[in-house]
């Protein structure tokens, strides 16, 4: 059972390129979220889905930006990439709500913008 | 603004030293808190969550958590720690505004063999 899983692992941008983070889940999972993590912050949201079809912005969203076409795919999209979009990058899903349940996460994605 | 603080951001200790880690959250809403942890190299993965009932909270790997109310505090804590237990420890709080989660920035412990 796969879980959460995240491509690509690393990535080296130049300012101003864009690219596309594909996290898939396999547990079926209505909810997705996609949050970056920099040192001395914690997790921020970015974006989020509550079902097929559905996003909502999170605490972070400018710069960003995701589809959820098919429920067990959640795409974090840069458009202009900028150094201030360096930062590790996670995936995670689950079954109900953020703040009653449990989250599962992918193993993450490292983002370089050079 | 709702706000978690986990006020140690690096902890080294020895095997079998017992472990504390604080956590502080600001007053407001359901108190729905949370304990993440990620192994080198692992996914982060739930440790223990508490939503009501009793305020001590046993979780995975002998680990648990006290919720104090009347200090805003959920520390974890473990009495004896391994070498195995060298990861980053998060604690988060559920926000009742967009049922997402609020994450403090971590703590890295280290256990020296």
């Known amino acids: 059972n796969a879980g959460v899983t995240q491509t690509p692992k690393f990535r080296v941008l130049k300012t101003g390129q864009s690219m596309t983070l594909l996290c898939a889940q396999d547990?079926?999972?209505?909810?997705m979220y996609w949050y970056r993590q920099d040192p001395g912050m914690g997790l921020r949201l970015i974006h989020y889905?509550?079902?097929?079809?559905?996003?909502a912005k999170g605490e972070v969203p400018d710069g960003y930006n995701v589809s959820r076409l098919k429920k067990q795919n959640f795409l974090l999209g840069l458009e202009s990439a900028a150094p201030s979009q360096t930062s590790v990058y996670f995936c995670?899903?689950?079954?109900?709500?953020?703040?009653?349940?449990?989250?599962?996460f992918g193993e993450g994605s490292r983002l370089t913008v050079l | 603004a709702q706000s978690v603080s986990q006020h140690n951001h690096h902890v080294i200790l020895s095997e079998a030293a017992s472990l504390e880690l604080g956590c502080n959250y600001s007053?407001?809403?359901?108190?729905?808190l949370f304990w993440y942890v990620q192994y080198p190299g692992q996914h982060l993965q739930l440790l223990l969550k508490y939503f009501s009932g009793d305020p001590l909270v046993k979780g995975i790997k002998g680990f648990e958590a006290e919720f104090i109310k009347s200090k805003f505090s959920f520390n974890l804590r473990k009495p004896s720690v391994q070498w195995s237990d060298t990861a980053e420890y998060f604690c988060?709080?559920?926000?009742?505004?967009?049922?997402?989660?609020?994450w403090g920035a971590g703590t890295k412990l280290i256990i020296k063999p």
């Open positions: 988060a709080k559920g926000m009742d505004s967009n049922y997402q989660l609020i």
């Open positions: 547990m079926n999972h209505e909810y």
């Open positions: 995670a899903s689950s079954r109900g709500r953020a703040n009653t349940g449990e989250l599962f």
């Open positions: 007053y407001g809403g359901t108190v729905n």
């Open positions: 889905s509550v079902g097929e079809g559905t996003t």
